[in-house]
């Protein structure tokens, strides 16, 4: 077991990270103390690459106790990163997300760190045990080898592929940022917020107001996790934006319940609406020549429609704008395929990329044959949901089209004179279900329809083929393969086919194909009204006084983080010089040992700086709508001068609080 010996302060008295914790930190080193806490201070060969202490790096090295005997956790990263504490090393357990696929590379070998997903661990050798008393609280000290502040390492790992990260849900959102174990503790505190947010005020809020509320959250959050990176990060456009966007998803997700909750409260008369119009077109079979859409239409379009059912899965309103952009891309792509495959068959030799193109209006004729045929559910709610609480896309993003487009095709649908598509019927009209006398007689059409050597042999000409008969052609082939393998064939009777079927069969109320109860034309134009009048009462975005905010803050932000940068590299070079020479001069004078008020501290730019969201916070001068520009640089030197005179103040009040001697432990266990 260890010995208890004298105490030799030499190692902490030159040791810069300690005389700023006992400089600026002695109020919170009393209440870190023995047995729940322990505090770690990296040796000053660990510490060369860091001239600047943040309050997030002085948090990494505070550990708190958990439940669980010898493992804590620090207050930088909270739970993210565990620490067991052994004899004489410190084995740290990192928590996140890295997207590794296993193994160790040689970085991983060299700091003794075992790759994996999700969890990495990492050895730190434990040099020395203090038990430091100040006034009444006895303070357990770890001199360590190494830092334990990893953002840097963090941001070294994700630099290489950062322009790579896609977020289009949920998931994907958690997992980016739970990659920086900095993020954690402002995580937590968020849910927590949220949490108290929608059990006290959000049932009583109106919808304008839960707005604001959750953007002012989403910059507060944005505002703590980016000053937790290094200055580098801090103003990488990219990393601000990918950060904005994921806790787009995450502030939103962790209140969708109650928020969807209340966006189908409002919107739900104007969904039952729509739903019974979609309904009534998906039962008439409405074909694309009926409706006045181009005839790339007629195709079919399965992945698409799946992506616009499945909306109603979906925890965020980013992630179902996501999923609206998704469905548009399919329907692209879908119709490109089908161009190219027709210019194909017909040996086109023109440029193959031109003839594929699809316009604007024939994707627009997509979406409103996938709309209907998806049956989506709550769709004007998801617009509502989607044209206010999506935060972090400016107006002219793609995503924000797609939504735009959505819209549109909606009004399209609710538009229509259903008396007058009925008086062209579709020839011949659709059948959703077919006997297997039926199928064998498509399948025999079909064949008759591609048999270009028959037909040239009698001298007829090849009749014009159209997407919608290759579909039915390479269907027919795979049932004929399939009639090939087995013996039997179970027959699926919900695919759609053109088949000949008589008018007064359609018609009939008393069949399953009847045309549905339609409304008169007074009721139609009323409905019609109702709608166009809902979807103009609300924006395409948000509101732009929210945007203006978004946009002010987040330039003060980078102003403020740039003046720090260059303020703390000039002062630091200038007075790191006079400070050494400080502490030289202080233990000759006292004999080789520092008294408590000898010392001098670092320099003031080393010193950590308020937030500047604090700042913000306690300026009355700074309501709901700023009435001066954060941007502005007079304005941003009137809240430092309030910082500095504030942050003076704190440390005289400090000053009373002194060290006294405690004891040395070597080989202490835990």
């Known amino acids: 077991m260890m010995q208890e010996q004298n105490m030799t302060n030499e190692v902490l008295l030159n040791n810069a990270f300690f005389l700023h914790l006992k400089k600026h930190y002695s109020k919170e080193l009393k209440v870190w103390r023995e047995p729940e806490w322990r505090i770690c201070i990296p040796t000053s060969d660990a510490l060369d690459s ?4 943040s309050q997030h790096f002085v948090e990494c090295h505070a550990l708190h106790q958990t439940s669980q005997l010898g493992v804590f956790t620090s207050l930088g990263c909270g739970k993210s990163i565990t620490y067991e504490l052994t004899e004489n090393e410190l084995v740290r357990h990192s928590h996140i997300y890295r997207g590794t696929s296993g193994g160790c590379n040689h970085e991983d070998e060299k700091h003794g760190r075992q790759s994996g997903v999700g969890l990495h661990t990492t050895r730190i050798p434990i040099n020395d045990i203090y038990l430091e008393t100040m006034e009444e609280s006895l303070v357990h000290i770890l001199v360590v080898s190494a830092v334990l502040d990893s953002t840097i390492e963090e941001e070294t790992y994700f630099h290489t592929h950062l322009d790579s990260v896609r977020l289009t849900t949920n998931e994907e959102a958690e997992q980016f940022l739970n990659s920086f174990s900095s993020h954690q503790p402002v995580l937590d505190s968020v849910a927590a917020r949220l949490h108290h947010w929608q059990a006290e005020a959000a049932a009583s809020q109106p919808l304008q107001e839960m ?14 996790i980016i000053r937790r990176h290094s200055l580098d990060w801090q103003t990488n456009k990219i990393f601000q934006d990918l950060l904005y966007n994921a806790l787009d998803f995450v502030v939103v997700g962790k209140c969708h319940s109650m928020l969807w909750w209340r966006i189908r409260e409002k919107c739900g008369s104007m969904d039952d609406l729509v739903s019974l119009r979609l309904k009534h077109l998906r039962t008439a079979c409405f074909t694309h020549s009926q409706l006045q859409l181009p005839e790339l239409c007629e195709i079919t379009t399965p992945a698409a429609v799946v992506e616009l059912a499945a909306l109603g899965n979906l925890e965020s309103a980013i992630a179902r704008l996501h999923s609206m952009h998704a469905a548009i891309e399919l329907l692209q792509a879908h119709g490109k395929q089908a161009r190219a495959e027709l210019q194909s068959f017909k040996g086109s030799t023109a440029d193959n990329e031109r003839l594929s193109s699809v316009s604007e209006e024939e994707v627009l004729g997509l979406l409103t044959m996938a709309i209907i045929e998806a049956q989506c559910p709550h769709l004007v709610s998801n617009l509502y949901y989607t044209s206010h609480y ?13 939504g735009n487009l959505v819209r549109t095709a909606l009004k399209s649908i609710m538009q229509l004179d259903i008396s007058e598509v009925l008086k062209t019927p579709t020839k011949p009209p659709i059948r959703k279900e077919m006997s297997l006398y039926d199928l064998m007689q498509v399948a025999n059409a079909v064949e008759q329809r591609f048999e270009r ?19 039915y052609q390479q269907l027919t082939d795979r049932v004929q393969r399939s009639t090939m393998e087995t ?12 088949s000949p079927i008589s008018e007064a069969s359609f018609n009939s109320p008393y069949s399953p ?4 109860v339609l409304p008169n034309r007074t009721a139609q134009a009323g409905l019609v009204n109702s709608i166009v009048e809902f979807f103009s009462a609300f924006p395409s975005s948000i509101r732009a006084s929210l945007r203006r905010k978004q946009t002010e803050r987040r330039e003060a932000v980078a102003s403020a983080t740039v003046a720090e940068d260059s303020g703390n590299l000039a002062s630091a070079e200038a007075s790191k010089d006079d400070w050494v020479h400080g502490l030289t001069h202080g233990r000759r004078r006292h004999g080789g040992s520092l008294s408590p008020t000898s010392h001098r501290s670092p320099p003031e730019s080393s010193q950590p700086h308020l937030r ?6 306690s300026n009355p001068a700074l309501g709901v709508e700023e009435t001066a520009s954060m941007s502005d640089p007079h304005f941003l030197s009137a809240l430092t001068s309030q910082a500095s005179l504030s942050e003076d103040d704190e440390r005289s009040s400090k000053s009373g609080s002194k060290f006294k001697s405690g004891k040395h432990v070597r080989g202490a266990s835990s």
């Not at 860091?50 to 202490?53: A, D, I, K, N, Y």
């Not at 013996?487 to 053109?498: A, H, K, M, R, T």
């Not at 194909?513 to 549905?516: H, K, Q, R, T």
């Not at 500047?612 to 916070?617: A, G, I, R």
């Open 513 to 516: 194909l009847g045309s549905p």
């Open 487 to 498: 013996s039997s064939i179970d027959l699926c009777p919900s695919v759609c086919f053109y």
């Open 211 to 224: 707005q604001t509320y959750l953007n002012d959250v989403l910059v507060d959050c944005w505002e703590d």
């Open 612 to 617: 500047f969201s604090s700042l913000v916070n």
């Open 390 to 402: 999506v935060f972090s896309l400016p107006d002219n993003h793609p995503l924000r089209s797609s």
């Open 453 to 471: 050597p028959r037909r040239e042999e009698v001298g007829q000409s090849t009749p014009d083929i159209s997407s919608l008969d290759l579909y």
């Open 50 to 53: 860091h001239e600047v202490f």
